[in-house]
């Protein structure tokens, strides 16, 4: 075969963009940066390789910027269940699992202890991931003493408590200590706030374990975080990609023994700020263009929550399983799951990568100055820059600056009975966003 670079000669950034001008007929070529008002970037929609200023490594290697695996892209369909009659969830997660779910996470609905024994009868839990977003410390122990050496996450509320009070050598595999930045992203937060809030939280529980007595490589290894998924494809994209380069950066400064110690585990998680619940079909395509850029960006897990997760007349059987389909779709019929970083190559891409992670490092590097994001005063002022954020977002689909279909145009002509029931508060107890609601 033939090398393309030497069959084709190739054009330098003053000839190409000499083309952009002549196509744009008298228009500026400024109109082809896409200005972001929420975020404050600027994202250029045209690149040249006289541009490309960074080498990312290769995907598998640190600083894992390109991704965690060496060999493939592969990502757990993660589904989400409220516990609440245990026969009944069971019969559910049985159902799950024979459609293509291979991950299960189980939301406690009170602080009650649980027969996991009748939850997860017949249940092969070596063979999956397993998150247990637990109420009590007793939920947790109870977990971790039923599911042996089976790989597992835990989502718990106070971290700090549950540093002092469950032994992390119970299971080998269990990543016990979690830092929730999807709830900055569904508050109305930015990509990089949400970034900078993840990267100080993660640093104060990775401090906390080493005060303990830890090394570094075994306090890294018991994180894993969450991020939300928003609807602008590229920055969530690159959001992902800015993180893992980020906490490379913070772990490596502890000298681990191993390089694999630097590497994010890292489950996205669909939200609602986009939902809508009286056009729901549109949430379809929704999650199925936030879960594709998560999943380019390169996760491990993907949890695509139903979209009538929190409304007063749900359709759990149904949206669950086309949440389901979708990271299916994404695996089964486009191959994603193969491709080593498949949005690799892209200048505009690494450009934007870099720009997310400077702003988040920069922010981060705020909070570390002022106290860390234990000072109440650091949070306060983070929470009032959310707020800025979420009340911009408001505006803009208020303006129709942003447009949502079935939300703020192109009404759903179809009267749907659905509204919103309470959902979560958010990081330091802030409101949850939905702009349907806004409106």
Known sequence: MNDLFSSFQASSKEEWIAILKKELKGESIDTLNKINRVEEITFPSYFHSEDHTSDFSDPGLAPYTRGIQPKNNDWTIATSFRISDVKETNKEIIAALMAGTDHLVLEASTSEPIDFAVLLNEVGLSFIHTTFKAKSLEQITQFLDFVKEAPVLIEYADNDELLKSVNSSRNPKAKLLHVDASSVQQAGGTSW???SIALAEGHDLLVKQLDLGLDCDTAAAGIHFTFGIGSKYFFELAKIRAFRTCWAQIVSAYSPKHTCSLAATITARSGFLNTSLKDPHTNLLRQTTEAMSVVLGGIQHLNIQPYDW?????????????????SLLLKEESYLQVVLDPAGGSYALDSLTETIAERAWSSFQWIERNGSISNPEVRKSLTAEIQEKAAMRISEIRDKTEKRIGINIFSNPEQISNNW????????E????????AL
Do not use: G
């Open 310 to 326: 929190y409304s007063t007349n749900p359709n759990t059987s149904f949206t669950r399983r086309m949440a389901t389909n979708i």
């Open 193 to 195: 706030q949400e970034l």
């Open 430 to 437: 802030l409101k949850p966003l939905i702009l349907e609601q």
């Open 421 to 428: 029931t309470e959902l979560p508060v958010c990081w330091n």
